[in-house]
C-alpha cells in the first residue's frame, strides 16, 4: 500500500468510527433520564460530531495537496470539554439527585472500548507520520480521545458513587465548613 492509500485508508477509518461514536453518545443520551449522564454524554456527542466534520475538511485537504501543512489549521485551539462539563454540571446540577444515574445504565465498558480504539488507530498512524504537521495533527486528536476516557472514567464514578461524585467533581463540601 503506498503512503497515499495508507493515508487515505485512515481518514476513512477514523472518520468511521468517530460517526460511530457520534451516534452511540446521542443514542444514548436519548434514552438517559438522569441530567448529567445526560450532559457528558450530549458532550462527547458533540466533540464526536465536531471531530468528524474537522477530519472530513482534514482529508478534503490532504486529498487535494497531498500536504500535511495545510491540514493543520483543522487543528483547533486546545480547549477542554471535560473542564467545560464539568463546570456546566457544577452549575446547573446544584441540587440533582445524588443518588444515582436513573433507570438506564450507560453502556460505558462499549464507551471505553470505543475510545481505545480510536487511540489505537491514531497511534498507529502516528508511528507511521513522516512530518511534523502531520505528528501534531494526530497527536491533537489521541489527546482529545483521551480527554474522552477522562469524561467516561467520571461518568463511571458518579453511577457507581453518586454522592462522592457531587463531593469531589460538585465542589460540594460540608455545610458551614
Same mark, same amino acid.
Given at each position: 500500500?503506498?503512503?497515499? %492509500?495508507?493515508?487515505?485508508?485512515?481518514? $476513512?477509518?477514523?472518520? %468511521?468510527?468517530?460517526?460511530?461514536?457520534?451516534?452511540?453518545?446521542? %443514542?444514548?443520551?436519548?434514552? $438517559?433520564?438522569?441530567?448529567? !449522564?445526560?450532559?457528558?454524554?450530549?458532550?462527547?456527542?458533540?466533540?464526536?460530531?465536531?471531530?468528524?466534520?474537522?477530519?472530513?475538511?482534514?482529508?478534503?485537504?490532504?486529498?487535494?495537496?497531498?500536504?500535511?501543512?495545510?491540514? $493543520?489549521?483543522?487543528?483547533?485551539?486546545?480547549?477542554?470539554?471535560?473542564?467545560?462539563?464539568?463546570?456546566?454540571?457544577?452549575?446547573?446540577?446544584?441540587?440533582?439527585?445524588?443518588? !444515582? $444515574?436513573?433507570?438506564?445504565?450507560?453502556?460505558?465498558?462499549?464507551?471505553?472500548?470505543?475510545?481505545?480504539?480510536?487511540?489505537?488507530?491514531?497511534?498507529?498512524?502516528?508511528?507511521?507520520?513522516?512530518?511534523?504537521?502531520?505528528?501534531?495533527?494526530?497527536?491533537?486528536?489521541?489527546?482529545?480521545?483521551?480527554?474522552?476516557?477522562?469524561?467516561?472514567?467520571?461518568?463511571?464514578?458518579?453511577?457507581?458513587?453518586?454522592?462522592?461524585?457531587?463531593?469531589?467533581?460538585?465542589?460540594? !463540601?460540608?455545610? !458551614?465548613?
Amino acid at each position: 500500500m503506498s503512503v497515499k %492509500e495508507q493515508i487515505e485508508s485512515f481518514f $476513512c477509518e477514523v472518520l %468511521e468510527l468517530k460517526e460511530q461514536k457520534a451516534k452511540f453518545y446521542g %443514542e444514548w443520551a436519548q434514552k $438517559c433520564d438522569d441530567s448529567v !449522564g445526560r450532559d457528558i454524554l450530549i458532550a462527547l456527542q458533540d466533540a464526536e460530531s465536531r471531530d468528524v466534520e474537522r477530519l472530513k475538511a482534514a482529508q478534503e485537504e490532504w486529498s487535494r495537496t497531498n500536504q500535511w501543512s495545510g491540514v $493543520c489549521r483543522y487543528v483547533p485551539e486546545r480547549t477542554s470539554i471535560a473542564d467545560t462539563v464539568l463546570k456546566k454540571v457544577r452549575q446547573s446540577h446544584k441540587n440533582a439527585s445524588k443518588t !444515582g $444515574c436513573g433507570s438506564v445504565k450507560f453502556p460505558l465498558d462499549v464507551a471505553r472500548e470505543l475510545e481505545e480504539k480510536a487511540i489505537a488507530l491514531f497511534r498507529k498512524q502516528l508511528e507511521k507520520a513522516k512530518s511534523e504537521d502531520e505528528k501534531n495533527f494526530i497527536e491533537a486528536f489521541i489527546s482529545e480521545e483521551k480527554e474522552h476516557l477522562r469524561l467516561i472514567a467520571d461518568l463511571k464514578y458518579y453511577y457507581e458513587d453518586p454522592q462522592g461524585w457531587f463531593m469531589e467533581k460538585g465542589r460540594g !463540601g460540608l455545610d !458551614g465548613v
